[in-house]
């Protein structure tokens, strides 16, 4: 049993000769590569924290937003940004840009005043 984890189970590994081509494995009918996209392409996240932080201060994000955050998240973490401050006209969002996943999220008139600490590069959109 995994101490860390009770929920994933070890698999022996299968030995295979050098001059033999090892079988493709499937998950559920897909293979790795194909969940691996699917799992890599989702874009940005929005922890239940912040979905429910935005869904309680009416924070209204379009497609095209949504579309420059991930863009933008991108670059930061390509740059070594690990914590974020997205700044949009109406809300501010803390981001994971290393999760990618958005954190919490704020009305614009709510964090005036108030001081981010863990934050290593901003995003203003």
Known sequence: MNKINPGLHQQ???ITNANTKPKSKSI???SFKTV???VSNEGVKVSKHAQKRMDERNIQIS???W???EQ???EAKEKGVTESAV???DAILLASTKNETIITAMDRQEATGHLFTNVNGTIVL
Do not use: A
């Open 12 to 14: 022996p590994l299968s």
């Open 28 to 30: 559920q009918g897909e």
């Open 36 to 38: 691996f996209e699917n």
């Open 63 to 65: 497609e095209k937003q």
């Open 67 to 69: 579309e420059q955050i």
């Open 72 to 74: 933008k998240m991108t």
């Open 87 to 89: 700044v949009l006209s």
